[in-house]
């Protein structure tokens, strides 16, 4: 077990020094100018080359890799070179708010996709038709677009939420939780239906195992074998779906959080890509890349426990 | 025919008969009616503009709908139908930019590794695992930083984002072609890789490529319009998604400008995604295909008469099955598979249940205990057990009965237990919950059980999982299990065939013995003769979905009626078996030099 998570973790810092490296090379074409941009349209030759030595672009690009490497390895990311404030800081603070908006997506997701699935795959007839159908609706809408609605219904016209903003949970755990529940919403929905047609498929194939009827052949009722033996062997698969929206929420975050006018990682990212903050845009990248690897990783753990086949070999 | 819908045109490729089973889906065709008049506004956009979809003018901002902007304007005055019109072709051509970029890059190079394996395929797998590390739209926002604000170039890079979902299908396809016998033979007969690939492996995979279009260019143009919505678009390509921004922040002044490009986004997606769910009905029969039989159920033909021994013992019958017929819905009306069944097992004896694969054998004994896979009926008929009928019974109903009174063992041992329990909750789960024990005496019961049936380490077995055991000891789990209720009757369907020889006669004697000991009736489903002299006191045979004859095991082997029954000894390669001799059989040298 240690050994298979020790494994799948190299794995992650090798895919993350890949991504690290391409993402730095890749942006090398867009800075030719960010010197003259930070310094100001009007500023000289002179005052240029100062602010190029200031950030270090001056030096060779494999100098500044390595540079930034060394010290990213220590968790110092560098400083913004627009605004001067420390990157891993930055990048922390909003990627606290953004992660807790996939999350809550993530565990809506998973209480709601599951429970339609196991309806649809239980019930069958009307309630699956339905459920199949809602699935199909819900990943076909864009998430902006359904956010965009949620605002327009609930917000502008009902004012039963804030519109745009956010508030701490620190500062006030009720606001806070207002102030999230229309972006959670909006990005749960494109992704229940995927869970929930991924446990709809598992838990009929499950229900076709041959185990399923020699259960039922020794008088178990029928309730608990869904609970128990079909869930159960639902869960792997299902998991490993629920893995993949994780990554694709902290996508829809990013579009989510703009419209909002939520402090998280999307605004940032945006920010520093136009302005060419390459330090900043590494962060993002980076620590993006870790939190993406260890909840991979989690999910491998996870399904490990499920699976006795995989926790015993 | 080009300009019906994006997916519909390399649809028609995989032959006529797809392009118009979709259309005649219930989906299917109101989706490719929508995207037909999407495209058909795309392609024509330049000239149905009634104005320049980038003029101002000042008069016009913000403007109701009226004779001269017919859906009105926005901030800048602009007419918003034009610009409509324009965007719907520039956000269409993104979403196929996108479907062509990732069909190109997935399928090239799922179709190398697949095929050639080694460095490519290494380096498919390390790009797939790298899209899947990082949201596509942080790529996307950090590539616009270096390549300005194009639309083609985010697009073009969006695509190759998400080719690995095509180059993971194409590379399992392949990989499984390849190895297929007619791949081996083309390879033989010396037909070059470029023929093989064209010819046996791309068509192999046309049809999951040609599934994922409609997906793709949906994602394609909900990615499109998202990264736009975030003011990240190239103003010179006028898009849904720019419309929408626009729209959105101006929310407080008009809401004119959200509607329409939400409205068309909004369908267009929605008619990809059904258009796709269609394709997947149409190519992989998993339409919802509600049975409407043609006509009721009925059964054609006479049903041959039971020739019967005559010899059948005073005994109180257990199980009485009369004229059973089952059957499961097919595409016109029913297909029957047990056209008349008729069994009587007396109290205490061991009945062979013999036929060929397909006579019905196991579907017979699956209505008994109303265990009939998903679709299957029972249509006529009656099956009495001890007094009582079953057919008709709730599956509620039926659990009364049902591992207290009849117990089952199955055929294929590995696939019969819950890879993901412990063979003891498996033992004791039943115990606790049909039978009501407390589950420390649930645990002692399932550990003598183990012992009882043979197992040489019983706590070891209790706490192993399937996987841990071999065949055998698996089959001899769930003996222990289908017994642990001491029932009446026992129904075994083919309890030998998946094990080893050895094996074999090992879990006969076991059931042998359990019967003495416990006193049970045994229904034992066989196509092996051998099995039937060995342990059966009587045998009926089935061929076709009909008992055709039945009788005390050894008048039937020394003195078979039926045409059938004496087509079966003859099938069997040493030539006609010997009777059994009296007594407990276990003489039988028939079939069965395979048993002993």
Avoid at chain 1, 119 to 131: E, I, K, N, Q, S
Avoid at chain 1, 270 to 287: C, E, F, K, R, Y
Avoid at chain 2, 146 to 173: C, D, E, K, N
Wanted: with cysteine; hydrophobic share 50%; net charge neutral.
């Amino acid at each position: 077990m240690l050994s298979f998570v020790s494994r799948r973790l190299a794995t992650g810092v090798g895919l993350i020094a890949t991504l690290a490296v391409l993402t730095f090379f890749f942006l090398q074409f867009g800075v030719s100018d960010v010197a003259q941009r930070i310094a100001g349209q009007q500023a000289g030759p002179d005052a240029v080359a100062v602010v190029e030595e200031r950030i270090g672009v001056d030096r060779p690009v494999l100098v500044q890799f390595a540079d930034w490497a060394s010290s990213a390895l220590t968790g110092d990311l560098g400083r913004s070179w627009f605004s001067g404030q420390e990157v891993t800081e930055a990048v922390m603070s909003r990627m606290a708010v953004t992660v807790s908006l996939a999350v809550g997506s993530v565990v809506l997701t998973a209480i709601i996709g599951i429970t339609l699935g196991a309806l649809a795959a239980t019930r069958r007839g009307w309630a699956d038709r339905a459920v199949q159908f809602l699935a199909v609706l819900g990943q076909a809408i864009p998430g902006f677009l359904l956010a965009m609605a949620l605002v327009l219904v609930f917000a502008i016209n009902l004012d039963w939420f804030p519109a745009t903003g956010y508030t701490r949970p620190s500062d006030d755990l009720g606001a806070w939780a207002l102030s999230i529940t229309l972006p959670v919403v909006a990005l749960t929905v494109g992704s229940i239906g995927g869970v929930a047609q991924q446990v709809r498929g598992s838990m009929i194939d499950a229900f076709e195992r041959d185990y399923v009827r020699t259960l039922r052949s020794r008088g178990l009722p029928r309730r608990s074998i869904v609970f128990q033996h079909v869930l159960r062997n639902a869960a792997g698969p299902a998991l490993t779906v629920l893995g993949l929206q994780f990554v694709i929420l902290l996508g829809g975050a990013v579009i989510v959080e703009t419209l909002f006018s939520i402090p998280g990682l999307g605004p940032l990212a945006l920010n520093a890509t136009s302005q060419g903050d390459i330090p900043v845009v590494m962060g993002i990248v980076v620590v993006t890349g870790v939190i993406v690897v260890l909840v991979n990783t989690l999910v491998d753990v996870v399904q490990a426990w499920v699976n006795p086949k995989v926790r015993l070999s | 025919m080009s300009s019906v819908s994006p997916a519909a045109a390399p649809a028609r490729r995989s032959g006529p008969g797809l392009f118009r089973r979709l259309v005649r889906h219930p989906l299917g065709g109101v989706s490719m009616l929508i995207l037909a008049v999407v495209v058909l506004i795309g392609a024509l956009a330049p000239w149905l503009a009634p104005f320049d979809p980038s003029a101002t003018d000042l008069r016009m901002i913000l403007a109701e709908p009226g004779p001269e902007y017919l859906l009105g304007g926005d901030a800048a005055g602009r007419d918003i139908l034009s610009r409509l019109l324009v965007a719907t072709a520039f956000s269409l051509a993104g979403g196929l930019l996108v479907m062509a970029v990732a069909v190109t890059v997935g399928l090239t190079s799922g179709l190398i590794a697949g095929y050639y394996g080694g460095f490519i395929d290494a380096a498919g797998a390390w790009f797939t695992a790298l899209t899947m590390s990082l949201p596509s739209i942080i790529v996307l926002i950090a590539a616009r930083s270096v390549m300005g604000p194009s639309m083609w170039w985010t697009m073009a890079i969006f695509g190759l984002f998400i080719s690995p979902v095509y180059y993971r299908v194409v590379y399992t396809s392949v990989r499984s072609v390849r190895n297929e016998l007619y791949v081996d033979a083309a390879r033989t007969s010396g037909l070059g890789d470029a023929r093989i690939i064209g010819r046996h492996v791309l068509l192999a995979v046309r049809a999951p490529v040609i599934l994922l279009m409609s997906g793709v260019i949906a994602a394609g143009i909900g990615m499109q319009a998202g990264f736009d919505f975030l003011g990240l678009g190239d103003p010179t390509t006028p898009t849904w998604g720019q419309m929408l921004n626009e729209g959105f922040y101006n929310i407080n002044r008009s809401s004119n400008l959200v509607l329409w490009p939400a409205l068309v986004l909004g369908l267009t997606t929605i008619a990809l995604t059904l258009l796709g769910t269609a394709l997947r009905d149409e190519l992989e029969g998993t339409g919802d295909k509600r049975h409407k039989a043609a006509s009721p159920w009925a059964l054609d033909g006479e049903v041959a008469p039971l020739l019967d021994h005559g010899d059948a013992p005073a005994g109180e019958a257990l199980l009485t099955v009369r004229d059973l017929a089952v059957a499961y819905p097919a595409a016109d009306g029913y297909a029957t598979v047990v056209k008349g069944a008729r069994l009587t097992v007396r109290r205490g004896e061991t009945h062979g249940l013999i036929g060929e694969s397909g006579s019905g054998k196991t579907q017979t004994a699956f209505a008994i205990l109303g265990l009939l896979p998903q679709g299957g009926k029972v249509m006529a008929g009656s099956v009495e057990f001890d007094g009582e009928e079953l057919v008709g019974r709730s599956d509620a109903q039926m659990n009364r009965l049902r591992g207290s009174r009849i117990a089952y063992v199955p055929q294929e041992p590995m696939s019969n237990l819950d890879p993901s329990f412990t063979v003891g909750h498996q033992l004791t789960e039943p115990l606790v919950k049909v039978l009501g024990m407390k589950k420390g005496a649930a645990k002692e019961r399932a550990l003598s059980l183990l012992a009882k049936v043979g197992i040489p380490d019983p706590q070891r077995a209790f706490d192993s999982y399937p996987h841990q055991l071999s065949g055998g000891m698996a089959q001899r789990v769930l003996i222990a299990g289908a017994v642990s209720s001491h029932p009446d009757l026992l129904i075994a369907d083919e309890p030998t065939t998946a094990l080893d020889v050895t094996v074999q006669a090992e879990v006969l004697d076991l059931l042998r013995d359990l019967q003495e000991e416990l006193g049970m009736a045994i229904l034992i489903v066989t196509h092996n003769f051998g099995v039937v002299a060995d342990i059966c006191d009587r045998v009926t045979v089935m061929q076709k979905g009909v008992m055709v004859e039945t009788g005390a095991t050894r008048a039937v082997f020394e003195g078979p009626r039926h045409e059938y029954t004496r087509a079966l000894f003859a099938a069997i390669p040493q030539g006609a078996p010997r009777a059994p001799l009296p007594g407990v059989a276990s003489a039988g040298s028939l079939g069965a030099g395979a048993l002993r």
